[in-house]
């Protein structure tokens, strides 16, 4: 049987050690494993990589400690507004939504989009109706209502700053959700889900909606799902960038890897990190913050999760 693996992240960003406990490291991990249990069932069952990366960043949307879905951070009036986005490396096709509110899991909505829409990219209120059409699950205000994510709020609500996901002054996290897949056919996936920036205003996008930005996935290549600071990435357009080094300059996916995140990125001053495969199944998980949220597993070996840079 050929190799199936998938990797998935849930931010990167200034992670401290002495500000986390044992009970809520735990509590990442296990939203972590869940996730990725998920999709690897998916792929060892001879399932598609398109679906296994929609289930496991659904599941991390599920999971309220995550910026994504029921975790998504609060806008300066006080709302959440999500971006999602979705590629199938094998057709090159693909679904991305920004600005939604009230929409379960933003990753489903961009998956319809790719496949039923005749676009790639819906915004804003229409997105929501194309979604009703499509029965999206809907969810009140209330349940992406999270006591962490109001402090946040409260702190810069009144100014004019945006901010990172984070908790605490002195941490800064990018709390964005990814996964990236390869399945036993040998195609590849990848998709990427947000809540943005605490206090984002002006209908602020950053990168995890913008193909080619904060998602990519191409057979030739690799797919990447990113999260960081989404201008940076966006100026870099880094999944692409990732995918062109290797298909025009023949790097191999951690030479790319390496290069984007740990030069081209710290030299224009952008923060984050991103996770990858290749077609031959390597995996890269690689950031210039001190640490990111991150879990992978190969034909079906043991999960490996890591937080911290080591
Ligand atoms: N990249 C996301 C954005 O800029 C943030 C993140 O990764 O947490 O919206």
Redesign the pocket.
Known sequence: MKNFAIAIHG?AGTILRNQMTAEKEALYKKGLVDAIELGNKILAAGGSSIDAVEAAVESLENFPLF?AGRGAVFTNKGTHEM?ASIMDGYTLEAGAVSGISNVQNPVKLARLIKEKSGHVFLSGKEAEEFARIQHVQFQPDEYFFTEERYKQWQEVKNTDSYQ??HADKSEKK???VGAVAIDIYGNLAAATS?G??TNKRFGRV???PMIGA?TYANNKTCAVS?????EF?IRAVVAYDVSCLMEYKGMTLNEACLFVVKDKLVKLGGE?GLIAIDKDANIELVFNSEGMYRAWKKNNSETEVRIYEA
């Open positions: 931010g910026n971006d990172l996901d990018f709390g964005t947000t943005g920036m950053g990168d995890t904060g990113c999260t960081g600071h989404g990435f984050g």
